[in-house]
Nanobody
Framework: VQLQASGGGLVQVGGSLRLSCAAS????????VGWFRQAPGKERVFVAG????????YYGDSVKGRFSISRDNAKNALYLQMNSLEPEDTAVYYC????????????????????WGKGTLVTVSS
């Protein structure tokens, strides 16, 4: 499955962005499941995950209350609404897909993902 993230850009502190992830190709049982981010010189970390039905969601501590993950299964798409952005949110954001069930009730490990998109850069300026 191919994943394409979009929607990144330059935004001021306190602003908002909405990221999209479009999945295409022969997915089989694979589906987009979450967002990760990687700041310069740092490891890739979990941001948010969502189960296949879209009912259950889980967030990293640093984004709780500010970010919201959602999905549109008809479009095979994943979204990340980011509000109250802070300079610390500056990173390349990646969407990821898996071929196994995910309950949306725990943090996801980058090592556990089966597919990755190319990422989209979010820069928050102060």
């Amino acid at each position: 499955v191919q994943l394409q993230a979009s929607g990144g850009g330059l935004v001021q502190v306190g602003g908002s962005l909405r990221l999209s992830c479009a999945a295409s190709g022969r997915s089989g049982s694979s589906y987009p499941v979450g967002w990760f981010r990687q700041a310069p010189g740092k490891e890739r970390v979990f941001v948010a995950g969502i189960n296949r039905s879209g009912v259950r969601k889980y967030y990293g501590d640093s984004v709780k209350g500010r970010f919201s993950i959602s999905r549109d299964n008809a479009k095979n798409a994943l979204y990340l609404q980011m509000n109250s952005l802070e300079p610390e949110d500056t990173a390349v954001y990646y969407c990821a897909a898996v071929s196994r069930a995910y309950g949306g009730n725990h943090l996801l490990s980058p090592e556990g993902m089966d597919y990755w998109g190319k990422g989209t850069l979010v820069t928050v300026s102060s």
